[in-house]
DNA sequence: GCCCTGTTTCGGTAATTCCTGAAACTACAA
DNA sequence: TTGTAGTTTCAGGAATTACCGAAACAGGGC
């Protein structure tokens, strides 16, 4: 790591530079594609609108590879597109509040993962329902625990991301007491 | 799906099939590979323990790939080696209680996940603490923000993985209401 | 119609991750 | 010591996922 004077430009680019690497590496163990997670860093912490072009500058990708991850980011809700009047190009401003963003992450992630889930195992639940037999009745019980577990589990979640972050970080500092 | 008279075996066999490559899709989409979901799937649903070569058999996979998913469910915790009295063969159990699953999971992606994570962002907003320039200020101002909310999340996950099911099922309960 | 500016799609390739099968290793028993 | 039953390692191949670059497309103005 470098050491700049305080007001040396080259210090902020730098240490912004690091933590887009840094998020994509965090992303990446997260499931989440290294690239998207490094254009969604870009975006939270840069102060103006950016274009395709000028993302594709900073990180050094293609255009195609530019191009779908700003999609899948929209399509996510964790950037927006915005269109200046008069102008045709597409500029992209990422929502920066951190609880926001984890409701979205929250609700998507619910959404794409946790629902797929209650409903594979619910259906597993129900076809093994009457079934005779200790090792049968067992393998239901197990199931539908598991089922179960679920379905409070996606409660939790949703209630949590409806919220706002005035009421829950107070009761999150509570609740470690 | 087939249906079967509600006393046949094979109803089972194929309900816990299912359970396997469902729950190997599953694991999947949370960023683990099918094959050790599906190794743990096999384990939390069967009665006996089951021995590397079992598992070889009822998967349909080579002695490597059991070996190694074995190997690191067993680092997870999820699942335990046992050594029967007499017998030089190692056998494998699953932790099955759902919510010591759970808590399992929360405190080793905790680890290996949440943990990097705030480390490499409290050292970008260490770094960036004395610069000037609005821009700068407004950088460090948002890397502040995910790092403390990290943090706060960090210590809410430890409070529940080592809370226990009976307190937290009910506290849940309420909570929804 | 034809250019101009920008967006979207897509075939091929590179990179990564996962899996196999076989060989090497360990420990015990005859 | 050799045989046997088991575990561990690993090089190479298969499968998946991500990425590039170029071509196709869209919608204005002239």
Redesign the interface.
Known sequence: ?KTRP??D?R??LE??D??VT?WG??GT???INRTMAQVHALL??T?HLMSTDEIMEDLKISRGNAHKNLRDLVSWGLIRSVVRKGERKEYFEAE?N??KM?CIILRERRR??LR??QA??QE?AA??K???????V??NK??K??SD?LE?AD??IT?ISRSEQSSM?PW??K??K
């Open positions: 790591m305080e007001n430009p210090a902020l240490a912004r690091d933590f840094q590496t965090i163990a997260w499931g939270i912490t102060g920066k951190v609880w984890f794409r993962e797929p889930a594979a195992l597993c076809r093994t009457g079934l005779k037999g200790a090792e049968a067992a393998f197990q199931i625990a598991l577990f409070l409660s939790v209630k970080v999150a500092l609740f470690l």
